[in-house]
C-alpha cells in the first residue's frame, strides 16, 4: 500500500497534510513534501485535507503520477520531517484557483 | 517562587485519557521546552483508547499508530496512572489541587440516541457496544449479540458502519489471524446474518464513507455489495455538487458506487446492500425487534448544504438486528462543565468554560470530548496541540504554587486500593497478550477483562 504526494503540492505547500497525520510520515524541501511510506500507516486522513488534491492512495493514483511513487520514497529518506503546519508558499493561493480548486 | 514550567516548580499536567488525544497532548507538553512531568490517567490497565478499542480488528496497518504512543510513553517525565477513574477513584477537585492544569482527553464513550420507538428492543444495539465487544473491551465483556437472524441491518454511513459492517460480512477465516477478541470470533461463527442493510438519510453523493473504506466494501471475498441502480439518478443539486473540484472524496465515492450498481450481485454468500435517502422511524416487534420501518427522504437545500426531508412514504424491512451508527457522545464527570446538547465538555480554545462562558482556570480539554466526534486518529494531533498552545499560554496565569502530582496521587490510591498501572506494568501485559495470540496466529490475544490484566502482573 502507498499514499503519495504529487505535483499539485509543488509550489502551494499549505501542509494541512501535516497537521492531520497520526504518525508525522511527511518530509519537506522548499517547494513541496514526500511521504514516506514505511512510517505512514496507510489511514487516508491526509487525502480530503488537501487543498489542491495533490496525495493519492493506491489504484487511485493516476497513471501519468505514478513516477511520484518513487520520488516520494527516495525524497522522504533524504530530508526532515515536518510535522507542524507551516504557511503556504507564496502565491499558494493563485495557484490553488488556477488549478480549478 | 518560581512560575510553572520551571526546574525550581516543575509544571505539572495531568491528562485524562490513554488515546490518541491524551498522547499528542502529552507529546506536546513534553517537547514544548518547558521543565514539564505529565501524568497519564487512564480508566482501563490498557492505554490506546479507540487505538486499541475501536480501529477494526483487520485494519491492523491503522493500529500502528500505537507504535508513536508507545514512544511517547518513554519519553523522560511521562508516567501512566493506569485502573485510575477519574470521578470514581480521585476527584477532579483532587487534581486540580495536585495538578497545575488538566487537559481531559477521555472522548465520547457513548453513542447518540435514534430517539425512535422501539429503539431500545433487544435486537437493536449501538454501533459502540459492538465494536467494543469484538475488539474485546472489558466493559463490553459480557454483552451478547444474538447473530441468529439473517438479516441485519446498519444505520449510518460512516467508517463506523463500515466497521461493524465488514465484521458481519466476513467469514471467521478471513478475522481468525487478527486480533479480534476471541469470545467475539466464537459467536461470529456461528452467526446467521446473510444480508445486511446499510441506510443512510441521505444520498449516494453525500455518504460520508472514505473512499478507501467504501471501496473495500465492494472487494469483499464472501460478500456482494449492491447498490440500487435508479438511486444512482442523483438530483439536479446532488450532481452540482460533484461538479465542485474540491468535492473529490464524494466524487469518487458515487464513482465506486455507480460501478457497484452496473455490476449487481455476483453470487457470493453473503449480501451488503445499500439504501439512500431513508430515516429509521420506528422498531417494532414483541419479544425482540422484527421489524424496521423506515420513512422515504428527499433532498432540500443548495449544493454541500442539503439536508434529508420526510416524503411522508414509508418503507418496511425485516431484520432482526440492527446497529445504529449515528455518532457518539461525550459523557460528564463530575466537577466538569458539561454541554448536553452537543455531548462535549464546552471550551473556548480548549480551555474548559462553565455555563455562563467564563474559563475555568487549570481545566483543559482535547479531542473528541472537546469537538465532538469528528475526524479521525491525526486530527486530534493538531486539536490536542493547539489546547496544549492555550495552557502553556496560561503559564503565567495559573497557581503558582509547586505541584508533587503523581507523588501525592499515587500514595493516595494505593491507600483507596486502587492498583495503579505503570508503563513497565503495561509493557508486562503487552508482552503476555502477543504470548497469547502467538499459538493461534493472532498478533495478540487481547485480555478482556480487568481482572485478567492484573492477575497477569502477580500479586504484586
Not at chain 2, 41 to 50: D, K, V, W
Not at chain 2, 158 to 174: F, H, Q, Y
Not at chain 2, 360 to 373: D, E, H, Q, S
Not at chain 2, 400 to 410: C, I
Amino acid at each position: 500500500m502507498t499514499t503519495i504526494v504529487t505535483d499539485n503540492c509543488k509550489g502551494c505547500r499549505f501542509t494541512d497534510c501535516v497537521t492531520v497525520c497520526p504518525v508525522a510520515c511527511f518530509h519537506a524541501d522548499d517547494n513541496m513534501l514526500y511521504i514516506d511510506n514505511l512510517v505512514c500507516i496507510q489511514c487516508s486522513a491526509c487525502i480530503p485535507v488537501c487543498p489542491v488534491h495533490a496525495i493519492y492512495a493506491d489504484d487511485d493514483i493516476p497513471e501519468d503520477k505514478r513516477n511520484w511513487i518513487d520520488i516520494n520514497a527516495e525524497r522522504s529518506q533524504a530530508l526532515p520531517t515536518i510535522s507542524d503546519k507551516q504557511d503556504p508558499l507564496p502565491g499558494a493561493e493563485e495557484r490553488k484557483t488556477a488549478l480549478g480548486f | 517562587m518560581d512560575a510553572p514550567g520551571t526546574v525550581s516548580n516543575p509544571l505539572r499536567v495531568a491528562v485524562v485519557g490513554a488515546g490518541p488525544s491524551g498522547f499528542y497532548a502529552a507529546e506536546a507538553l513534553l517537547k514544548s521546552g518547558q521543565t514539564v512531568r505529565v501524568d497519564m490517567i487512564e480508566r482501563l490497565p490498557a492505554p490506546y483508547g479507540l487505538v486499541r478499542y475501536g480501529v477494526a480488528p483487520d485494519h491492523p496497518k491503522l493500529k500502528e499508530a500505537i507504535l508513536v504512543y508507545a514512544v511517547i510513553a518513554r519519553l523522560p517525565h511521562f508516567s501512566l496512572l493506569g485502573n485510575v477513574a477519574v470521578g470514581r477513584d480521585v476527584s477532579v477537585e483532587e487534581l486540580r489541587a495536585h495538578y497545575h492544569g488538566v487537559i481531559f482527553a477521555c472522548g465520547a464513550e457513548t453513542d447518540r440516541r435514534l430517539g425512535i420507538p422501539g429503539e431500545d428492543l433487544p435486537g437493536s444495539h449501538t454501533a459502540t457496544e459492538f465494536v467494543a465487544w469484538y475488539n474485546g473491551h472489558p466493559d463490553y465483556r459480557e454483552r451478547s449479540f444474538d447473530l441468529s437472524a439473517e438479516v441485519a441491518a446498519i444505520v449510518g454511513q460512516g467508517n463506523v458502519a463500515a466497521d461493524v459492517c465488514r465484521i458481519l460480512a466476513k467469514s471467521v477465516d478471513e478475522l481468525k489471524a487478527t486480533d479480534i477478541a476471541e469470545h467475539a470470533l466464537d459467536a461470529l461463527a456461528e452467526s446467521r446474518v446473510r444480508e445486511i442493510h446499510v441506510i443512510g438519510r441521505r444520498g449516494a453523493a453525500q455518504a460520508k464513507f472514505t473512499n478507501k473504506e467504501l471501496k473495500e466494501l465492494g472487494e469483499l471475498p464472501s460478500c456482494d455489495a449492491i447498490v440500487d441502480p435508479q438511486d444512482m439518478e442523483l438530483n439536479a443539486e446532488s450532481i452540482a455538487e460533484l461538479e465542485v473540484k474540491s468535492n473529490f472524496v464524494s466524487v469518487k465515492n458515487v464513482e465506486i458506487f455507480r460501478a457497484l450498481a452496473a455490476r449487481g450481485p455476483t453470487g457470493k454468500p453473503r449480501r451488503i446492500i445499500f439504501h439512500f435517502l431513508q430515516s429509521p422511524v420506528k422498531i417494532t416487534g414483541t419479544a425482540r425487534m422484527e421489524q424496521l420501518v423506515l420513512a422515504r427522504n428527499r433532498l432540500e437545500g443548495a449544493p454541500l448544504q442539503q439536508v434529508a426531508r420526510e416524503t411522508g412514504e414509508t418503507d418496511l424491512l425485516r431484520c432482526g438486528l440492527l446497529f445504529r451508527s449515528i455518532g457518539y457522545s461525550g459523557v460528564p464527570i463530575p466537577g466538569v462543565p458539561f454541554d448536553v446538547r452537543r455531548g462535549v465538555f464546552p471550551t473556548q480554545e480548549g480551555r474548559i468554560v462553565d455555563g455562563g462562558g467564563a474559563v475555568v482556570p487549570g481545566l483543559y480539554a482535547a479531542g473528541w470530548i472537546k469537538r465532538g466526534p469528528t475526524g479521525i486518529i491525526g486530527t486530534n494531533r493538531a486539536d490536542s496541540i493547539a489546547t496544549v498552545k492555550s495552557l502553556l499560554a496560561d503559564l503565567p496565569h495559573l497557581a503558582p504554587e509547586t505541584k508533587a502530582g503523581a507523588e501525592v496521587l499515587g500514595p493516595l490510591l494505593a491507600a483507596r486500593g486502587v492498583r495503579v498501572i505503570s508503563v513497565d506494568d503495561w509493557l508486562k501485559i503487552d508482552t503476555a497478550e502477543v504470548a497469547r495470540g502467538q499459538p493461534r496466529g493472532k498478533p495478540r490475544e487481547k485480555f478482556t477483562r480487568v481482572a485478567e490484566m492484573l492477575q497477569c502482573l502477580g500479586a504484586s
